[in-house]
C-alpha cells in the first residue's frame, strides 16, 4: 500500500514536473528586460548632447568546413540587450528622436527576422515580436530595414561605435552583420581609410590639457610600440617625440583640425561600457555569484576524484560536467589543467598528458553562467599530498594572496594587490636562493595579479582606485619550468592560486571561498570519497 502509494505520489509529482518544465522553455533566471533597459538609461545619461552609440552583436566564427563556433554574444551588446543571436544592431541616443509618424524613442535595435526553415536547422529566433515582448523594447525591426533607416547620421555631434576588425564573412541573407555594417559605413560616411584606434589616440592628445602633454606622450609611445600602422603617422610620432611644450602645442592644433573632418569616434564608447561594466547591480551579482559558487564546486568535486593515473582532459571533464550540472553552459575561457611542467605554462591549454602522476595540476577553470563568468584557480598534489618543496613554493603563493586580497579595499589603486603579492613572492624567493635579486623574481612571476571580472573573463574597468560592488580575481602564482636556474628540486613546481573578491565598503569578500585553499585543507578534502571512484568504464582496448 505504502509502495501504491508512494508511486501514485511520484507519478502526480512526475507529471506536475513535466507540466513545469514544459512551461518553462528556457532558464527562468536571466537578467530582466528591465536590468537591460536601466543600462541604457544610465549609457544616456553619461553621453554628450547630440549623439548616438551603435553596438552591433558580436560575429559568427568559422570553425571549419560548414560547422561553426557556438555563437556568444559581443558582452556589451548582452549588457545593454540581452539579445543572444548574432546579425543585429543597437542604436542609443543622447536625446529623444522621433519618426515621420510622430512616435519618439530613445533607441532602436534591428535583429534577425523570424524564418521557419533558417529557424528548423538552427534554433528559434526572438525576432521583432520577441524582441519587443520579452526584451521589452518598443522599436524593434527586423535587419533588412537598417538600409531604410530614418536615422540621419551625419546629423549628430558624435558617432561613437567600437570598430570592426575586420574579421566577419558576408553570409548569405540581405542582412547579415556584413550587411548592417555595410549600411552604417554608407550611412556614417565611413572614410574609406577610417582608423578608429588612431582617432582614439588623436582623443587623447586633444581632450587633455597641454600641461599634462608630457604625460600624454608618453603613454601614446608605449601604444606606438604595438600597433605598427601607427608608428608611422607623422602626428603621433610628432607628438612622442616632440622637444618640448611648444611643438605639443603645434600639432595638437593640428591634430584638432584633422578630428574635425568628421563626426565618429570611439571613445566615447569606451569610456561609457568601461566606467559601466567595472560594477556589479545586485542583479548581476546573483549570476556572478552562481558562477563563481559552481566553478568552486567543481574544484571539490575534482579534489575528491584526482589519481595519479588521471589524465589531464579527464581533470577538465570532472569539472565539466559538474558546471554543466548546474546549468552552466560553457566555461568562460578555455580550461586550463596543467599537470608538474605544464603548470609553467600561463595559458596551458592543450590539457592532454594522459597521467598527471605525482606531480602537483594546476587548475583554472570557470564556468559562464548566463553570461557571467567564474574564474578559479586550485593547485593540488596528484597524490593527496604535498611534498617538502611543493608545500614551501605553495605557501608562498597563498600568503602573497592573502595580502593581495587583505588590501582589495574600496578607494585602493588597482595596483594595490600586485604591489602586495609581489612583494611577498619576491622576499620568499629570496630567502629560499631561488633568486639573488628582487628584481629576478619576475622570471617566476610573470604575470598581473588581478583583473575585473564580469561578462568576460577579463571584464572591462577604469583601472582606476576600487568601487564598492567591483569584482576582481587575486592570482599570484610562481613557476619554476624545468632548466631553471635555481636548484633541481624546485623545478617543476608551477602553483597559482585565484580567487574571485568582491570589494564591498566592509572590505573584501572571497566569493571562492568554499573550494579549500590551504595545503591542509585541500589535503583533507583529496581524503573524501568521490562519486566517481565507482564509475568504472569498459575497458576499450
Ligand atoms: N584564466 C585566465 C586568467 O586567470 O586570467
Ligand atoms: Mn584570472
Ligand atoms: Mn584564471
Known amino acids: 500500500m505504502k509502495a501504491m502509494l508512494r508511486n501514485t505520489l511520484f507519478t502526480t509529482l512526475g507529471i506536475l514536473l513535466v507540466i513545469q ?33 551603435v553596438f552591433f552583436a558580436n560575429p559568427e566564427r568559422n570553425r571549419a568546413n560548414d560547422v561553426d563556433y557556438i555563437y556568444h554574444q559581443d558582452p556589451d551588446f548582452y549588457y545593454l540587450t540581452g539579445y543572444r543571436e548574432p546579425n543585429a544592431v543597437l542604436l542609443v541616443f543622447s536625446d529623444s528622436q522621433q519618426n515621420t509618424a510622430g512616435e519618439t524613442y530613445n533607441d532602436l535595435i534591428y535583429v534577425q527576422e523570424r524564418d521557419a526553415k533558417a529557424e528548423q536547422w538552427d534554433g528559434k529566433r526572438l525576432g521583432v515580436e520577441g524582441t519587443k515582448e520579452k526584451l521589452g523594447f518598443t522599436m524593434a525591426f527586423n535587419g533588412d530595414e537598417f538600409s531604410t533607416t530614418m536615422v540621419d547620421f551625419p546629423s549628430f555631434d558624435t558617432v561613437s561605435f567600437f570598430d570592426f576588425e575586420n574579421d566577419y564573412r558576408d553570409k548569405r541573407g540581405a542582412a547579415d552583420l556584413y550587411d548592417l555594417i555595410k549600411t552604417f559605413k554608407e550611412k556614417a560616411n565611413y572614410p574609406a581609410d577610417y582608423d578608429a584606434k588612431k582617432q582614439e589616440l588623436y582623443s587623447m592628445i586633444t581632450s587633455t590639457p597641454i600641461e599634462n602633454s608630457a604625460n600624454v606622450a608618453q603613454i601614446l609611445g608605449r601604444y606606438l610600440n604595438n600597433y605598427a600602422n601607427l608608428e608611422e603617422d607623422e602626428l603621433l610620432k610628432g607628438f612622442v617625440s616632440a622637444a618640448d611644450e611648444a611643438v605639443r602645442k603645434e600639432i595638437r592644433e593640428k591634430v584638432l583640425i584633422v578630428q574635425k573632418t568628421n563626426n565618429l569616434d570611439s571613445s566615447m564608447i569606451s569610456e561609457i561600457m568601461n566606467t559601466l561594466r567595472e560594477t556589479k547591480t545586485e542583479e548581476e551579482l546573483v549570476l556572478l555569484k552562481k558562477a563563481i559558487e559552481i566553478s568552486a564546486v567543481g574544484q571539490i568535486e575534482v579534489m575528491k576524484a584526482m589519481h595519479p593515473n588521471m589524465s589531464e582532459t579527464e581533470i577538465q571533464g570532472v569539472h565539466e560536467y559538474v558546471y554543466r550540472k548546474y546549468g552552466a553552459a560553457h566555461e568562460g575561457y578555455p580550461a586550463i589543467v596543467g599537470g608538474g611542467n605544464n603548470g609553467c605554462i600561463l595559458h596551458y591549454i592543450e590539457n592532454n598528458k594522459p597521467e598527471v602522476g605525482n606531480d602537483l595540476v594546476l587548475m583554472d577553470l570557470g564556468a559562464e553562467y548566463h553570461g557571467y563568468t567564474a574564474d578559479v584557480t586550485r593547485t593540488i598534489p596528484a597524490d593527496g599530498s604535498f611534498s ?24 585602493a589603486s588597482f595596483q594595490s594587490p600586485g604591489n602586495a603579492a609581489s612583494e611577498v613572492v619576491a622576499k620568499g624567493l629570496l630567502k629560499l636562493g631561488i633568486i639573488k635579486e628582487r628584481s ?64 564591498t ?22 581524503k573524501q570519497n568521490s562519486p566517481l571512484d565507482d564509475f568504472v568504464l569498459p575497458n576499450l582496448d
Not at 390 to 395: C, E, G, L, N, R
Not at 443 to 448: A, D, I, L, M, S
Open 440 to 503: 629576478q623574481a619576475k622570471t617566476y612571476f610573470p604575470h598581473g595579479t588581478s583583473h575585473y571580472l564580469g561578462l568576460d573573463v577579463h571584464d572591462k574597468g577604469t583601472y582606476g582606485p576600487f568601487k564598492p560592488n567591483t569584482v576582481i580575481t587575486v592570482e599570484p602564482g610562481i613557476y619554476i619550468p624545468e632548466g631553471s636556474d635555481c636548484d633541481k628540486k624546485w623545478w617543476g613546481i608551477a602553483v597559482r592560486i585565484e580567487d574571485d573578491i568582491l570589494i
Open 505 to 526: 565598503e566592509n572590505g573584501p569578500v572571497n566569493l571562492s571561498a568554499i573550494a579549500p585553499r590551504t595545503t591542509k585543507a585541500i589535503e583533507a578534502m583529496m
Open 388 to 411: 617538502k618543496e611543493q608545500k614551501v613554493i605553495y605557501d608562498i603563493v597563498y600568503d602573497a594572496q592573502e595580502a593581495g586580497i587583505a588590501v582589495s579595499v574600496v578607494g
Open 21 to 53: 518544465l514544459n512551461g518553462q522553455d528556457t532558464p527562468a533566471d536571466y537578467l530582466s528586460a528591465d536590468f537591460h533597459k536601466e543600462r541604457r538609461e544610465k549609457v544616456r545619461e553619461m553621453m554628450s548632447p547630440n549623439s548616438v552609440l
